[in-house]
């Protein structure tokens, strides 16, 4: 029962993601064309500061 809500909060901000993502982007093309190329880029620093992020963390909590 525990991990229905966290199925429902994941399965929630994908569909808004997945939703919202391609019509900011074509928005976002208006002003610039090459807005897809700075979101990938945007992503890809993101995922790459939360594993940084992660393994930073993991390296400082004592192990149980």
Same mark, same amino acid.
């Given at each position: 029962m525990r991990f229905s809500g966290l199925s429902l909060a994941?399965?929630?901000?994908?569909?808004?993601?997945g939703?919202?993502? +391609?019509v900011l982007l074509s928005l976002a093309m208006k002003?610039?064309?090459? /807005? +897809?190329?700075?979101?990938i880029a945007g992503m890809a620093t993101l995922g790459i /500061?939360?594993?940084i992020g992660?393994?930073?963390?993991d390296q400082r909590m004592p192990a149980a």
């Open positions: 994941y399965n929630l901000a994908y569909a808004i993601a939703g919202l993502t +391609p002003d610039s064309p090459t /807005a +897809p190329v700075h979101y /500061a939360l594993a992660a393994a930073w963390r």
